[in-house]
């Protein structure tokens, strides 16, 4: 059998072995009801707080700050429903997750006020065209960290000591940064980061949220007290584990894993560079590892389904919208061309890649594009 190569890891990654290890002895193992006040719940008990522990300790905030959640898209819908009231004006972006874009949208129907701003050119939110925004009554900036489509950074910093000057409270989706850079939440001025565990090789169906101390959000889930009154709910105790497991190996690597990353990546532009394939790379301060790429006169989608039946999995814009033939909307969204938006591609590394991954990887691609081009 041929060896499966997966270049998708902004879409999920796979989980590590020590983690799968970790949640299938704790599945197992660690039963008990977390609220239960026998021995056994309160062994489940202090494995979801040391996890909390652990994870506060890496994105170094308090560990009441952080609240377990199902994922990325339950993290960003307990934001902005928890915040954002009729009359209220909230200021994103046109190229967020779904589970922001989508909200917006719908909240915009019930009287929430919008305003979603466009990416530049350049592929990143101009943190001045933010503070241009700003109204008397906008209550909330929701601004992604990494775009998970073209993998350009925002200039979250400066976004956030805008919201703080105007005492404007300050979201950021930074799905696609956790585990892959350093997050240091006590350097930004940021009220909420989502956190979700399957973009740095943890379970999928878990997640987080960095809540500041102090701020009161109305709970998306009403029921038990869990977390702090914020998602009621039994705990999914393995999957916590797990998570916190994912982040720390993560964290314990990240050089390591920029540095391969960063080689990869390199050796994968210096092939189409040397080659006669008419490509252009997407996007201007990009995390490394995410690659929006176009290839003239070449159908993303068709690529994408040729590489699938050679064992190569790439994306077609985000994982989410790659079912449909559209053109990839964080690219038309930054003013490219819808034709040559719909000859674009993704192709996300990850630090289970190899030297000769990359260079299949290229070969494969060089030989559909001659295919298609005769
Ligand atoms: C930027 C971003 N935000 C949110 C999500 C949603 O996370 P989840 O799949 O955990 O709901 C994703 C994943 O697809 C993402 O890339």
New binding site residues.
């Given amino acids: 059998m041929t060896k499966q190569l997966y270049f998708d890891i902004?879409?999920t990654t796979p989980m590590d072995i020590a983690v799968a290890e970790i949640v299938h002895k704790a599945n197992i193992e660690n039963y008990g009801n977390p609220s239960s006040m026998h021995m056994s719940g309160q062994k489940s008990h202090n494995i979801v707080e040391r996890s909390r522990t652990s994870i506060a300790q890496i994105l170094n905030c308090k560990t009441s700050e952080i609240i377990f959640t199902s994922?990325?898209?339950?993290s960003?819908n307990i934001v902005l429903k928890g915040v954002l009231n009729k009359g209220d004006h909230l200021i994103t972006s046109s190229y967020e997750?779904p589970?922001v874009l989508n909200l917006a949208k719908h909240l915009e129907q019930n009287g929430v006020e919008v305003t979603f701003i466009k990416p530049l050119k350049n592929g990143s939110i101009s943190a001045k065209q933010v503070k241009s925004e700003i109204k008397s009554n906008t209550k909330l900036i929701s601004i992604?960290y990494v775009n998970?489509e073209l993998g350009t950074i925002n200039p979250i910093s400066e976004i956030g000591d805008i919201a703080s000057e105007n005492e404007i409270l300050f979201h950021s989706?930074t799905?696609?940064f956790i585990g892959k850079e350093k997050l240091d939440l006590s350097k930004i001025n940021i009220d909420f980061a989502?956190i979700?565990a399957?973009?740095f090789y943890g379970p999928k169906g878990v997640?987080g949220l960095y809540c500041k101390n102090g701020i009161i959000l109305n709970p998306l889930i009403d029921g038990g007290g869990q977390e702090n009154g914020l998602r009621a709910g039994t705990e999914n105790i393995s999957s916590i584990l797990g998570m916190a497991k994912a982040l720390e190996i993560s964290n314990d690597s990240l050089l390591e894993n920029k540095k391969k990353i960063l080689e990869l990546e390199n050796y994968f532009i210096g092939l189409l560079e040397n080659s006669n394939i008419q490509y252009r790379l997407n996007g201007v301060n990009r995390l490394k590892g995410i690659m929006n790429l176009t290839f003239f006169g070449v159908e993303g989608h068709g690529l994408l389904m040729n590489l699938d039946m050679q064992g190569i999995a790439i994306s077609y814009g985000?994982?989410?919208s790659s079912g449909s033939a559209n053109a990839p909307q964080a690219l038309i969204e930054m003013g490219m061309e819808e034709n040559e938006a719909r000859c674009s591609v993704r192709i996300s590394i990850g630090k289970m890649i190899e030297k000769d991954d990359i260079k299949k990887l290229f070969e494969t691609i060089c030989n559909i594009i001659s295919r298609i081009k005769k």
């Fill in positions: 902004a879409a994922g990325g898209s339950e960003n997750h589970s992604m998970n989706d799905v696609q989502t979700c399957h973009k997640g985000s994982a989410c």
